[in-house]
């Protein structure tokens, strides 16, 4: 084989990485940066089942408005069957049908979903330290 033709290859097999490589990190950023899980049946899905709440650090539920401003309320919450609602007496929180005006401490499945957000990077096949590893000094 000659040098140029080499060359060639070399260069026609690096465009082709490279264009592969670019191909991949565009699906990579169009998948799913979260999927919503159902804690009450154990449902997953990918399809936002409307109105999940946000949750911040230390585990706070929040909405947001059409502004983008944190709501410590749903605003929606007149919208839907099932409500959450505090218990004074029991100091807990109960769920309340405004539709057939019934109420349960069991949480409904409709209020149940969460977000689960999937990490940026894949799990590295790294083993923790086991704790004979992590002596003091």
Known sequence: MTRSLTCALLVCWLCNTVFVASQQAELISQLPKHYFWNEVTGDTQYEDPGDVPLHDEEG?????????????????????????????????????????????????????????????????????????DSTLA
């Open 60 to 132: 706070n539920c929040f909405w947001l408005d059409d502004a983008g401003q944190r709501l410590e309320e749903d605003p929606n919450a007149g919208k839907y069957a099932w409500v959450e609602t505090w218990s004074e007496e029991h100091n807990r929180p109960y769920y309340y049908d405004q539709a057939n005006h019934i109420s349960t401490w069991d949480k409904p499945a409709d209020l149940a979903w969460r977000r689960v957000y999937l990490p940026d990077e894949p799990e590295s096949d790294a083993q923790p330290e086991s704790a004979a």
